[in-house]
């Protein structure tokens, strides 16, 4: 017999499983959640952790004294490649890598190749091949906005998260160039248009029957915040979204529709699939809204119609220069090892086939109508009692404080730093307190259960994109303008060489599928006997190695009195607009070459006698 005195003891986490319908993580007590609490080691930067809580009165940030973290001529902005990265996903970007460079100016730094993120290599010896050490962020070494370019698999999220503790950190990661384009010309309009959305911020609370986790949110968390912003922030119009309004159909207009503000901040259960589940890659980290009945009436597999995923985006969705806050489990990313059962089950399960981003964000950020420009979330579970706790009550400075931050004008990664200081005192209180017990002391359950969860929550915050946005919003005594629609342009790769036969150029690009694709057309002589006939020939392959094929996707010949000869292998040549672009273009330039050569002969020829 359970009384109801026990029954409010026990401690409920976010995260719903969608295979099962139940909590990711069941209720427990906090004598239980103490015991294993007992047995976590402590953290390998302890060091630096301490250090960073020792600095914390000073008001740098994570940078050195004296830098201005609001600009990027001071503070600089770098790019870190794994140091094996594919070339073509910097050319992807080279529209935003050109933009930065332009405004860090001798703070800018591109770490690639042998100089990128080694496989294997710590956050410590990364920074000490790139002359940089423990202590504040120095911009003459190492920038202070850093951007992560590739997958958790192979830039791990630890690596990320130990240099987001002297850094601002953001990290992108999409399946293809043309989403790697969308994200860089994104930010590049929003930035030098410029772009000036009204000052609206949008809350939205989801507080699902019977369930004691999202209540909180919505009561303690969400509630606060636009409390201290209606009291604090002249000039925002703050709007709260929550309980019954909080449906998946609302999410959608803040999404990409009608309402969508420029700061969103959101509070709910996110989705979770076990290893192996079709839905994990796409779904794990979705937003499970108000249409969830909750856990007393719903004890089967949670269909779609419950959460926002990020294939619920809108194909004309409109986000431009919007920036959101997701508190939901798995919001920002999982990794592969689950962090809890390592100490919990005495063995570190794997919890997915690789470590990944969450898909809701990745697809924000490079929507092709025009992309968010970041979102912070939540790499594992995030821990709900983290900012309420028995006892101790409401703990929501750090996020008040990223938003007010955000919504002053602050890039997203200085922003998010009181999380990063939040860690690093919560991480030096905790192994302090474990050391004690180790040697005796008795420790209250519930408090050390409230220090550990709100120390694994502080550390799991990450930025998915660019940790140098900004809101893009109008001043407070200017006209705001319309969210536009960008129209994007399919990237593509493209090279031009003369060889001796002639001009030859190539395009590299994917295909709609995703599949990597080389066209390459040349302008070349018919033959040694034919000299009056010029082809222009297109080959189209998907053997990046060797792009030349036996059979050519167009061929055209071009004869000296200017008649054309087009053949096409329709199926390739027809297979993507930008095949048949290059063939024509070489086309026109073999005619222009052709013209003149003409034009050559016909001033080389002597006169008539008069």
Not at 25 to 33: D, Y
Not at 41 to 58: A, C, I, K, M, Y
Not at 453 to 466: K, P, Q
């Amino acid at each position: 017999m359970v009384n109801n005195e026990e029954v409010q003891e026990l401690l409920f986490f976010n995260g719903v499983n969608g295979e099962s319908g139940e909590y990711d993580l069941p209720p427990m007590t906090g004598e239980e959640l103490s015991d294993f609490i007992q047995g976590v080691s402590q953290p390998e930067n302890l060091n630096e952790l301490r250090f960073r809580f020792e600095q914390s009165t000073q008001t740098h940030l994570g940078v050195k004294e004296g830098v201005d973290v609001k600009s990027l001529e001071e503070a600089g902005w770098g790019v870190i490649f794994a140091s094996d990265a594919d070339p073509t996903v910097k050319e992807a970007l080279s529209d935003l890598i050109r933009h930065r460079e332009k405004q860090a100016g001798q703070h800018f730094r591109l770490y690639e190749g042998a100089d990128g993120h080694r496989p294997e290599e710590s956050k410590t010896k990364f920074l000490a091949r790139h002359g940089a050490g423990p202590g504040p962020a120095d911009p003459e070494k190492v920038p202070y906005y850093l951007l992560l370019v590739g997958s958790p698999e192979r830039i791990p999220y630890r690596f990320q998260s130990q240099l987001d503790v002297q850094y601002a950190v953001g990290r992108i990661h999409f399946d293809t160039l043309d989403e790697y384009a969308n994200y860089a010309r994104s930010i590049v309009e929003a930035e030098t248009k410029p772009l000036k959305l009204p000052r609206q911020v949008s809350l939205f609370g989801v507080a699902n029957p019977n369930d004691r986790a999202t209540e909180m949110s919505a009561n303690n968390l969400i509630a606060p915040i636009r409390e201290n912003l209606e009291a604090e922030l002249a000039g925002w119009t703050t709007s709260a979204i929550t309980r019954e309004e909080a449906t998946k159909e609302q999410l959608s207009h803040l999404l990409g529709g009608d309402q969508t503000p420029a700061l969103l901040f959101s509070a709910s259960h996110g989705m979770s699939f076990p290893k192996g589940s079709a839905r994990q890659l796409p779904h794990q980290g979705a937003i499970l809204c108000q249409d969830w009945p909750g856990p007393q009436d719903w004890h089967q597999e949670i269909p779609q119609d419950f959460y926002f995923a990020g294939d619920d985006l809108a194909s004309d969705a409109k986000l431009l220069g919007l920036i959101a806050f997701f508190f939901a489990c798995y919001g920002a990313g999982t990794p592969l090892l689950d962090e809890f059962a390592k100490q919990a089950f005495k063995n570190r399960a794997a919890i997915t086939e690789q470590a990944f981003i969450a898909q809701l964000p990745a697809k924000m950020l490079s929507h092709p109508k025009g992309g968010a420009l970041a979102v912070i979330g939540h790499v594992e579970r995030a821990w709900g009692y983290s900012f309420m706790w028995p006892k101790a009550g409401e703990q929501t400075g750090v996020f008040t404080s990223t938003v007010r931050r955000l919504l002053t004008g602050y890039p997203v990664g200085a922003a998010v730093e009181f999380f990063n200081e939040r860690y690093a005192e919560l991480s030096t209180v905790l192994s302090d307190e474990l050391e004690e017990i180790e040697f005796g002391r008795l420790a209250d359950p519930y408090a050390l259960s409230g220090l550990w969860t709100a120390n694994n929550d502080a550390r799991g915050y990450a930025v998915i994109g660019d940790p140098a946005v900004r809101l893009p919003v109008a001043d407070v005594d200017e006209t705001a303008s319309e969210r536009p629609t960008i129209v994007m342009q399919p990237f593509e790769i493209s090279t031009r060489a003369t060889t001796e036969d002639g001009e030859e150029a190539t395009v590299r690009f994917q295909t709609e599928s995703g599949d990597d694709m080389v066209a390459r057309s040349a302008i070349l002589p018919a033959s040694d006997a034919d000299l009056k006939m010029v082809v222009v020939v297109t080959y189209l392959t998907s053997d990046m190695a060797d792009p030349e094929v036996d059979t050519p996707a167009a061929i055209t010949h071009l004869k000296l009195d200017g008649d054309l000869e087009t053949v096409l292998r329709q199926e390739a040549a027809t297979s993507d607009e930008r095949v048949l672009a290059l063939h024509q273009d070489m086309v026109r330039q073999a005619i222009d070459a052709r013209l003149a050569y003409l034009e050559l002969i016909a001033k080389s020829k002597p006169e008539k006698p008069q």
